[in-house]
């Protein structure tokens, strides 16, 4: 009888055991699922108030008003609705007069 009982309350103890690391692995889960996408707002959030950021999409703009001036009359249409919706990313403080008034210019 009483090796019956050891197997038993080894079993019930592993199965224990295993029940503890489930519960823990799905509270990490819950945890995780609620909390990252507000670190990941924050991250995004921060990224986009950078200099560095600000900086690489006014170039961008500028690169693509450049591309705008040079191309053809059928690419323009297509180059300005880019252009439009990648301003959006862009505040406006960040951007250059001469940029802003040739974003506000450009054909619907």
Sequence with gaps: MRPLLAILGTVVGVAAVGALGWGVTYHELIFQS???????????????????????????????????????????????????????????????TDLQSFISNLPN
Excluded: C
Aim: glycine share 2%; net charge positive.
């Design 34 to 96: 609620f909390f990252n996408p507000k670190f990941e707002d924050v991250r995004r959030n921060t990224f986009e108030r950078s200099k560095s950021f600000r900086t690489g999409a006014v170039q961008e703009l500028q690169n693509m008003q450049f591309e705008y001036i040079k191309a053809s009359a059928e690419h323009k249409k297509a180059l300005a609705d880019i252009i439009r919706h990648r301003a959006t990313e862009v505040p406006e403080d960040a951007m250059p």
